[in-house]
């Protein structure tokens, strides 16, 4: 009984299942699963392990092992990878979050780094000399633009299919075009890049990829590492609340329909105080968090934009003093 209805949840996967679009059993099947999903998620979260010293023993997220890859999530986004850069596609709302993204980057990175290693002059390139890594890029919905604007920048995923996607996408869109380089797309784990790479960037950004990892702390540690002194980075993710369940998963996954079914779990989600202690202890300061929401759901790609609230999204940025 349980597991058949996780897979029918699951056999929406792969679609994009806006409400209006899908069948009429397809729209009733996402709302009768509601009460089920909500059981489900609350019932993993009551069992999930701690992430947090506050709350007993520091303990890795989800396995024993020190590997940063969730199997399971890996075959979600493999099944995902083809419709990235769809424009009718799954990550239509992942799109629209460029809209506020790439300005707090741009802004994030003239405010916080050292004036000596930023050319702000050159207003076609005004991330000329910015060294980033884009931890869980996907097909480079952030890498592109960020190369584009002239920074330097190194992506990193554990999908190959999506880091092939990627390579073919910035090849085919910019045949001779404007942007200096081409991102450096890699398919290799954290655990292993952060030996050869541990700070060298001028700035880490992990971009909704927390929620997604296999084992939480030592993710957070090694993306920690990439950062020189001096530097910063920048996480974004669900917060871990009743609102974000109801929003981010019920109304995004089974009401709305704009985020394909099962993407999201909330034991995985983490809290703007748990990921500021994990951080601290290596090395990183938190100096701002706030907000951010789609301004209409239902557009195909939506506005987002910043908010106080951090109860649902939110965007955490630090530094390593
Ligand atoms: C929601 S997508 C975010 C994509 C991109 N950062 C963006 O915001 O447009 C999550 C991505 O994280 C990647 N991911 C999950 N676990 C990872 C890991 N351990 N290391 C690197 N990437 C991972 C997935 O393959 C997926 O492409």
């Not at 085919?172 to 942007?179: D, F, I, L, M, Y």
């Not at 500021?276 to 938190?286: A, K, P, W």
Request: aromatic residues 10%.
């Amino acid at each position: 009984m349980v597991f058949s209805l996780v897979s029918s949840a699951e056999e929406h996967q792969g679609r994009r299942s806006m409400a209006m679009k899908g069948s009429l059993l397809d729209f009733l099947q996402g709302w009768m699963l509601i009460p089920w999903r909500i059981f489900i998620e609350v019932y993993t979260n009551l069992y999930r392990p701690s992430i947090s010293k506050d709350e007993g023993e520091h303990v890795p997220d989800m396995d024993a092992s020190d590997t940063t890859v969730d199997e399971r999530e890996m075959r979600h986004w493999t099944k995902l990878a083809e419709t990235w850069w769809d424009p009718e596609g799954e990550f239509a709302l992942l799109r629209g979050f460029n809209t506020t993204r790439i300005p707090f980057i741009i802004k994030t990175y003239q405010r916080l780094l050292p004036k000596q290693s930023a050319d702000f002059s050159d207003f076609d390139y005004p991330l000329k000399g910015l060294k980033v890594i884009d931890v869980g890029c996907g097909a480079g919905l952030v890498s592109e633009p960020l190369v584009e604007l002239g920074a330097d920048v190194t992506a990193v995923d554990m999908v190959p299919e999506i880091i092939q996607i990627a390579k073919t996408h910035w090849t085919q869109t910019h045949k001779g075009a404007r942007g200096p380089e081409y991102p450096e797309y890699l398919c290799e784990p954290v655990e292993e890049l952060a030996k050869s790479r541990e700070g060298y960037y001028d700035m880490a950004l992990c971009l909704e990829v927390l929620d997604h990892v296999g084992n939480l702390p030592p993710f957070v540690e090694h993306c920690c590492k990439f950062v020189r002194k001096g530097g910063c980075a920048i996480f974004s993710t669900f917060n871990r609340t009743t609102a974000a369940l109801l929003l981010g998963i019920i109304g995004a996954e089974h009401l709305l329909r704009i985020v394909p079914m099962d993407t999201h779990h909330f034991h995985k989600f983490v809290k703007p105080s748990e990921l500021t202690e994990m951080i601290s202890s290596h090395g990183l300061r938190t100096v701002s968090v706030h907000g951010s929401f789609p301004l209409n759901p239902f557009a195909r790609r939506p506005k987002w934009v910043d908010i106080g609230y951090t109860g649902v999204t939110y965007v955490l940025v630090a530094t390593r003093d």
